[in-house]
């Protein structure tokens, strides 16, 4: 400490130069060979990686890439490729879906043509599209030429121009005052609402989709369907015969759609709805009225209002395609006020959530830019000095760009999830704090009569300062780390780059600020006119009489300010806090049983139950739609894949369940791994797996299937197909050894012969629609071997949300398939079961990963407590406080309506960073503390890190506060997290902390660890200095420009005397009125010197225990030899050559000094008293 204390005082200059350039190198090199991050899919990592069943999903989605065409495997062995007839893959098209709840028509592409449908599932895909995702091939109906005998359908030609699909943009109206849509005033409404607001933009006129005349097509709406039904010119001239007419006519058709009778293309082919009135197949009107336009309750046969005309919402379809080429239009419609009388827009779907995500995210950057000014401004009035803030917040800066270069380049992560940039935000509050910290202890250093010389100065600084940041920026780091167990790729990204931020900004603290604040004082103290309480330096207008006025009013109310807050912290806060320090603690512990009992009981801390990832705020209209108004269409139910579907039961052979791939990077998922011991051709495995299907069909959660089984499990139908005749009665083909001849269990040559023979066959066997579906055999395209089986069948469940349903599923099915593949053979013993359990995985990962994050992080902020401070009590206290923190935060967010998302749960990761800081920081100053009474110390840790504790409190929750403008839901999160958090962890670290200190903190010792090695927080006893400190223009005084003397007052009514004055082992210092009921003698805040020495060994005589000491003089008039004394050379004792060294027994004698001795650059200072 010492040697790098005299470099950084004798150099700052090197120092600073040395810092920048490795600053500015790690920038270069992240710069130069690594690409800026790509924000353009915001949810890419929110997904886990490295659990059991997160290991399954990785694997099935590696055998689907592999069963490709480019892939290792095959459905069809030997030459055949692939035997997909025509008739099956005639109109068929990929229907893409999403198993994470994404936003399913981002880019526009997908279109919906289809009525009631067929879905299958497949395997036959390329992996670039099922990233996320997970394909269906949907069949449409065929759509042969109109038979003779079937009555043509009138048709209104260009009153619509296509037919009317999802890919389309569409709107949501509903009703202002929450009544019926379904009358005069609501359709006329929505009229209004389409063609004055929607459709009056210039970019609506560039972008809709036009018709023969040049002029844009109409919207879809319930209204102007009813103008095409009631041939009508213009939908506000609707009447109520023509609702009435209308609403007979969906009554009576209404049932055909429910019963799937009615299709999208009945006007074109009427033979495709059979039975069905004609009436209810003109236009395709009211399929497409029910199926897109009205809410699911209207109409609805399960509603005991069936025949009541009742219309909540209703959905406007654009002529307009979703995707990026509908940005500008929607930034027009967001200046619009989209409502009348009687309806507004309530949501919308225009397919831009990802690309407005990414324009966001740099406009509402401003936010945070506004909250690291706020935080600069308030940081500049406490520090009293433009240069540090500025240096500060450049050490912020450096410190994030580090962090970066560590990771990208050192780490190797290739992933950078956009909730890294919070950690941003982060830095810049704890760069805040900590500067906060080791400015308050430099002006504490700087009040000290013998400061002695800078590099003493700095030595003290940095003993007193790194010790309190040191364990702050340790726990808060670990507590990011701690974040590494996630599962969740993105958590442990953040959890990485958080904490390497965390560190580095701790390396700048020690580094760049003490170098800075060198630089401040040697050239500005000196040479330059300081205007408080900004710290700017204008010394050409010291001769202007108005600019000297205005310097002194400002001085004054720096003074004023600086000498309240003294008197707050240092009286008016210790009296409230140890006067009513019971009342405070059965306060604040009842406010955190309260919240306890909210988090674990009602209405708890709730795990996400929809798959849509919010990435906007709950007003946002996207959101709006995709949280809550989508669910009330039914052209939006049918997407789900599990409306109609039951949960797969999945059990694969062949295939370990392993994830190769890099678990930090959602893009690498490794390969395929086949499993060597699979063989399923040995008689053993044949009779094991026909005896595992029927069982698995005999178990409580089966659910049994209508139609044809022909590859649920193919043992059953492959067994049934080698039982036919040898020789063929037709063709008299000798089918042998693939015939009744052989029996089962077969040889294992025989298998191999006939199970390709089998395959080949089965898939071309007409009358099924035998398109390659995800279970079933798959062959090794190099061997032509069996290499690996999948059984699927449905199960009695059907998807939930609920964690508790899916659990009990996923059990159920786990436990007897695990017990049945103990018992398999040895080339059997490697299955594993896989469903539709993605989200479910998410839900557990993230209970798990918060829960055990906690538990480290707070194990870990006690054992540094534990390890700096050696007391146990002052550690047990402070865990208690953190947790008070953790669990009254979190608490508030529940009471908020939070869940535990992604994004919530990284929340959680930082709340349990910065909980630690203000009661490390309060714990950390009682243990410094000398006084042998718990009251003083408690005073003593307010009086000397108080105030940059509220500082910093303060400056952190006005940041957070500026941030709720913003759209984007991470910034709204991280800004009310950041108000609840400094709120609550002031009050706790305060008033709960210190009050438990000031009824049961240790004294004299107890509890108190000894390990002199370790024992970081006790120096030894300094040894007496006897040197004779020269005054220069490098050591500071009280009346620097930089910390100016104001800011700490030192008049003598204020004075410390110093640590070195010692007589009978205590502080001789002023006996101050008797408080709180006890005697207390305790030093003010003014120095450090009360936190220099170590507390007297109580068991020592008072005589052993004298040392010498050092005496400061108020004031000396040095006289030169043959000189005499002029008031000019008037020195005040801060850093003179009038520190003496003196005995207790002996008086003390001023040691005269040659004028030689004296430096030129000796400045006359005065202190005002």
């Known amino acids: 400490m010492q040697w790098y204390a005299r470099q950084v005082a004798n150099n700052p200059c090197s120092v600073i130069l040395l810092v920048l350039a490795a600053a500015l190198s790690c920038a270069i ?36 890439k592999s069963t490709g065409w480019n892939g290792p495997l095959t459905f069809y062995p030997g030459s055949i490729v692939t035997d997909i007839t025509n008739e099956t893959l005639e109109n068929a098209h990929w229907q893409r879906g999403n198993k994470q709840g994404r936003n399913r028509t981002e880019d526009g592409n997908e279109g919906e043509n289809e009525g009631p449908l067929i879905e299958l599932e497949t395997e036959e895909r390329s992996y670039e599209m099922e990233k996320h995702e997970e394909g269906r091939i949907v069949f449409e109906r ?92 213009s939908c506000q001239e609707i009447s109520q015969n023509d609702i009435t007419h209308v609403f007979r006519l969906l009554v009576s058709c209404a049932p055909y759609y429910h019963n799937m009778k009615l299709s999208h293309d009945c006007t074109k082919d009427p033979g495709l709805c059979r039975n069905v009135p004609r009436q209810c197949i003109e236009y395709d009107a009211v399929y497409y009225i029910l199926h897109y336009l009205v809410d699911t309750n209207f109409l609805n046969p399960n509603s005991p209002s069936f025949n ?24 027009e419609l967001e200046s619009l006020p989209l409502y009348n009388d009687i309806a507004e827009v309530a949501g919308m779907d225009m397919g831009l959530k990802y690309k407005l995500f990414q324009e966001c995210l740099q406009h509402d950057t401003v936010y945070v830019g506004l909250a690291g000014v706020l935080i600069f401004m308030f940081l500049w009035m406490y520090s009293a000095s433009f240069f540090v803030t500025f240096m500060t917040f450049c050490a912020v800066i450096f410190s994030v760009g580090m962090a970066y270069f560590m990771y990208t380049i050192v780490y190797q992560i290739n992933f950078f999830p956009f909730i890294n940039i919070l950690t941003f935000v982060i830095i810049i509050g704890i760069g805040a704090d900590d500067a906060c910290i080791y400015c308050k202890i430099w002006a504490c250093a700087k009040a000290e009569k013998n400061n002695g010389t800078l590099v003493k100065l700095v030595r003290d600084t940095l003993h007193h300062a790194c010790l309190s940041m040191f364990i702050t920026s340790v726990t808060t780091a670990v507590a990011f780390f701690g974040s590494v167990i996630s599962n969740i790729t993105a958590l442990r990204c953040f959890s990485i780059f958080a904490g390497t931020a965390v560190m580095a900004n701790f390396f700048f ?65 210790p009296c409230i806090i140890v006067k009513a320090r019971y009342f405070w603690i059965v306060l604040l512990t009842a406010v955190a049983v309260g919240t306890a009992v909210a988090v674990f009981y009602y209405p708890k801390l709730k795990l996400p139950d929809s798959k849509e990832f919010q990435i906007f705020n709950s007003n946002h209209p996207f959101e709006k739609y995709d949280l809550y108004l989508k669910r009330f269409f039914w052209f939006e139910e049918a997407t789900e894949q599990d409306m109609y579907e039951k949960l797969p039961i999945r059990v694969v052979w062949g295939v370990l369940p392993k994830d190769n791939g890099n678990y930090l990077d959602p893009h690498n998922r490794g390969t395929i791994e086949l499993d060597p011991e699979f063989n399923i051709a040995r008689p053993e495995s044949q009779e094991f797996l026909y005896s595992f299907c029927f069982q698995l069909r005999n178990q409580s959660f089966y659910q049994s299937t209508y139609g044809p089984l022909m590859f649920n499990c193919f043992i059953d139908k492959f067994k049934e197909w080698m039982e036919r005749r040898c020789v063929d009665g037709i063709s008299d083909m000798d089918r042998t050894p693939c015939c009744e001849s052989s029996k089962f269990p077969f040889s294992e040559k025989v298998f191999n012969h006939c199970i390709k023979e089998a395959a080949n066959f089965l898939h071309k066997t007409s009358g099924y629609l035998m398109v390659p579906s995800a279970e079933g055999l798959r062959f090794s395209k190099s061997t032509g071997k069996v290499q690996a089986i999948v059984i699927q069948y449905n199960s009695i469940y059907t998807y939930s949300s609920s964690y508790t349903e899916m659990y009990e599923f996923k059990s159920a099915v786990e436990g007897w398939v695990s017990n049945m593949v103990a018992k398999a053979p040895k080339g059997l013993r490697k299955g594993w079961f896989i469903s539709d359990l993605e989200f479910f995985e998410l839900q557990d990962s993230l209970s798990k990963s918060s829960k055990v994050a906690i538990g480290v992080a707070v194990g870990v902020a006690f054992l540094a407590l534990l390890f700096t401070t050696l007391n146990l009590l002052i550690s047990f206290f402070a865990i208690l406080t953190i947790l008070c923190i953790i669990m009254v935060t979190i608490g508030s967010l529940v009471l908020l309506g939070w869940k535990l998302n992604v ?120 040894p007496v200095e006897k040197n004779v400190y020269a005054l220069s223009e490098s050591t500071l005084s009280s009346s620097s420009a930089s910390y100016p003397n104001n800011t700490i007052p030192t008049s003598e009514s204020h004075e410390l005397e110093p640590l070195t004055a010692l007589k009978d082992g205590r502080i001789d210092v002023p006996k101050f009125k008797k408080k709180y009921g006890h005697r207390s003698i305790r030093p003010r805040s003014g120095s450090l010197s009360s936190a220099s020495i170590k507390t007297r060994d109580p068991t020592l005589p008072t ?58 650059n000796w400045v006359r200072k005065e202190i005002s008293v």
């Open 308 to 331: 009541v005309p009742n219309l909540t919402y209703a959905a406007v379809f654009l002529p307009v395609a979703k995707g990026d080429s509908s940005l500008r239009y929607f930034e």
């Open 903 to 1022: 994004l919530e749960s990284t929340t959680v990761s930082i709340a349990i960073g910065l909980a630690v800081d203000f009661t490390i920081h309060y714990g950390v100053a009682y243990r410094l503390s000398t006084q042998e009474d718990r009251e003083s110390s408690v005073i003593f840790a307010l009086s000397h890190v108080g105030s940059p504790v509220a500082m910093a409190a303060f400056t952190t929750f006005m940041a957070g506060a500026l941030i709720f403008p913003s759209v984007i839901l991470a910034y709204l999160q991280i800004g009310t997290f950041l108000v609840i958090l400094m709120a609550v962890s002031w009050v706790y670290s305060t008033f709960f902390f210190l009050s438990l200190l000031s009824i049961a903190g240790p004294k004299n010792g107890q509890l108190q660890l000894s390990y002199p090695s370790f024992d970081c927080c006790e120096p030894s006893a300094a």
């Open 142 to 233: 065929t759509k042969p030429h109109l038979r003779p005998n079937m009555p043509s359908i009138p048709v209104r030609k260009n009153f619509f121009c296509a037919q009317l699909e999802r890919s389309y943009a569409h709107v949501v109206i509903k009703s202002i005052s929450g009544q019926n849509l379904f009358t005069v005033e609501g359709l006329r409404a929505i009229c209004d609402l389409d063609n004055n607001k929607l459709r009056t933009t210039e970019q609506f006129e560039l972008i809709c989709e036009e018709n023969s005349f040049g002029s844009c097509c109409h919207s879809w709406s319930i209204a102007n369907y009813i103008a095409l039904l009631r041939n009508l010119t």
């Open 29 to 64: 090199v992240c710069i130069t060979l690594k690409d800026f991050p790509d924000f353009s899919d915001p949810l890419l990592g929110f997904e886990p990686r490295g659990t059991v069943l997160s290991e399954r999903f990785v694997a099935w989605r590696n055998l689907l």
């Open 509 to 573: 603290i020690i580094t760049w600020l003490p170098a800075s604040v060198i630089m401040a004082e040697k050239w500005c103290s000196s040479t330059c006119l300081c205007i408080p309480p900004v710290g700017l330096y204008l010394p050409q207008f010291q001769h202007i009489q108005f600019c000297s006025t205005l310097c002194n009013s400002l001085w004054k109310l720096h003074y004023s300010f600086t000498e309240y807050s003294r008197v707050f912290f240092e009286k008016i806060l």
């Open 1103 to 1160: 005589k052993m225990s004298r040392t010498p000491r050092k005496i400061s003089l108020p004031t000396v008039n040095i006289t030169f030899h043959g000189e005499p004394a002029g008031p000019d050379l008037s020195l005040g004792a801060t850093s003179s050559s009038t520190i003496i060294c003196a005995d207790e027994e002996r008086e003390p004698v001023i040691k005269p000094m040659s004028k030689e001795d004296v430096s030129e």
